[in-house]
T-cell receptor
């Protein structure tokens, strides 16, 4: 069983479209995260939610809106996609804000054309 | 504030020779430190972590790292490289607590080191 699963794994879409990436964890963790890996492989945190509440928001454009319907899910919705949004997006989860036990998903490769 | 610097963007070794990937960190508080590996077009895999216990940490696939507070370093080593070790490696730091005393689980990644292993 996959602990942290993301869908889709690959997504190619046109500029201006709106798309979502879904994430689910079956570990019973309280905290979920979205990280972005850009074209230079640099990884940076975008958001963190704990029990459906936003606890980290790292100056991400308003076009990115995370949604957590319950603590096992953290979806990432992106409006008006731009070329620069092309990246790999990693979902992760951990027990309450514990960096020592973070589990990452396999990543979602987003290409905006 | 926390940051991490990986001193080499590329490291190339021959199969069977030692591997050394260098990492220096900066942290306001007692940090937790990690090494992650990413194979091409794959996700992130945790190799090992330091969380204030033993300073020499052993991980998977024969890798180990030593936490040296005086040098603010957390270098990754392996005695003998294998072809399957070719990948990108990320040194990662997490402050245990922020200024308010709460850890938010935020990881700060280094820029990555690409390890190439030659036959």
């Amino acid at each position: 069983d996959t602990a942290v699963s993301q869908t889709p794994k690959y997504l190619v879409t046109q500029m201006g479209n709106d798309k979502s990436i879904k994430c689910e964890q079956n570990l019973g963790h309280d905290t979920m995260y979205w990280y972005k890996q850009d074209s230079k492989k640099f990884l940076k945190i975008m958001f963190s939610y704990n029990n459906k509440e936003l606890i980290i928001n790292e100056t991400v454009p308003n076009r990115f809106s995370p949604k957590s319907p319950d603590k096992a899910h953290l979806n990432l919705h992106i409006n008006s996609l731009e070329l620069g949004d092309s990246a790999v997006y990693f979902c992760a989860s951990s027990p309450w804000a514990s960096a020592n036990t973070i589990y990452f998903g396999e990543g979602s490769w987003l290409t905006v054309v | 504030a926390q940051s991490v610097t990986q001193l080499d963007s590329h490291v190339s070794v021959s199969e069977g020779t030692p591997v050394l990937l260098r990492c220096n960190y900066s942290s306001s508080y007692s940090p937790s430190l990690f090494w992650y590996v990413q194979h091409p077009n794959k996700g992130l895999q945790l190799l090992l972590k330091y969380t204030s216990a033993a300073t020499l940490v052993k991980g998977i696939n024969g890798f180990e790292a030593e936490f040296k507070k005086s040098e603010t370093s957390f270098h990754l080593t392996k005695p003998s490289a294998h072809m399957s070790d070719a990948a990108e490696y990320f040194c990662v730091v997490s402050d245990k607590k922020d200024a308010g005393g709460t850890s938010y689980g935020k990881l700060t990644f280094g820029q990555g080191t690409i390890l190439t292993v030659h036959p």
